[in-house]
């Protein structure tokens, strides 16, 4: 199912006083105009959000695991180079990531690594869906991996990527086992890197996380 596609435009917020006195900014929810308390009303969240589980496997049968089809939320994904995508990513990561961390368990304390989580637009992309992943068995690190190399892979091909390497450095964790947090996964290029360069440490990639996988038809 696809989404109604948004435009890339400031939602209008208007700030109300209900009569029991609690007050809040009101809004037009993206995909129905029906007016809402967040960028995406709820029903609307139940009805295009649900997440489903995607599984694939790169490198040395390293697991990523996504949430959706990125054709279905491709026009969300957009909204991070401006100012609402703050709000957009918060929303699918609470979604998708978060439920999934509440059922995550493990052994021992792992820690959720996001790729190149650096500052645009006064926030970073991947440090909001690395932050929701916050639990029991899940332990965030921000500022852990970035690429020295800041091409961009969007459109380009599998050959292009590998000739133009990202050049992850990561900082070393003292937890163990690493799950990679990214939004996207396209041919897994990106990933791929990031995971050698956790693996040349004393750490150990368990799995992937993204948001969306481009992938799957
Ligand atoms: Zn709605």
Redesign the pocket.
């Known amino acids: 199912m696809g989404l109604v596609p948004i435009a890339r435009r400031p939602t209008n917020r208007y700030y109300v006083c209900f009569k029991d006195g609690l007050s809040n900014f009101i809004m037009k929810?993206m995909?129905?105009e029906?007016l809402?308390l967040t960028h995406?009303?709820s029903?609307?969240q139940e009805t295009f959000l649900r997440p489903s589980i995607y599984k694939r496997k790169i490198l040395n049968n390293i697991e990523v695991i996504s949430f959706y089809k990125y054709k279905d939320i491709k026009d969300l994904l957009h909204t991070k180079h401006t100012d609402i995508g703050y709000y957009i990513y918060s929303i699918l990561a609470s979604n998708s990531l978060k439920e999934f961390a509440k059922n995550f368990e493990y052994t021992e304390t792992v820690s959720s690594i996001a790729i190149d989580d650096n500052i645009k637009s006064g926030y970073s992309h991947t440090a909001i869906l690395n932050k929701s992943l916050k639990s029991k068995s899940i332990k965030p690190e921000f500022n852990k991996l970035r690429a020295k190399n800041s091409v961009s892979y969007s459109g380009k091909s599998r050959e292009f990527r590998l000739k133009n390497p990202r050049d992850f450095t990561f900082k070393d964790s003292k937890v163990k086992d690493i799950i990679l947090v990214d939004d996207i996964i396209t041919t897994g290029s990106t990933l791929s890197q990031a995971i050698d360069a956790v693996n040349k440490s004393k750490s150990n990639t368990l799995f992937c996380l993204t948001l969306a996988d481009a992938s799957v038809k």
């Open positions: 929810c995909l129905c029906s809402s995406i009303c029903s609307c």
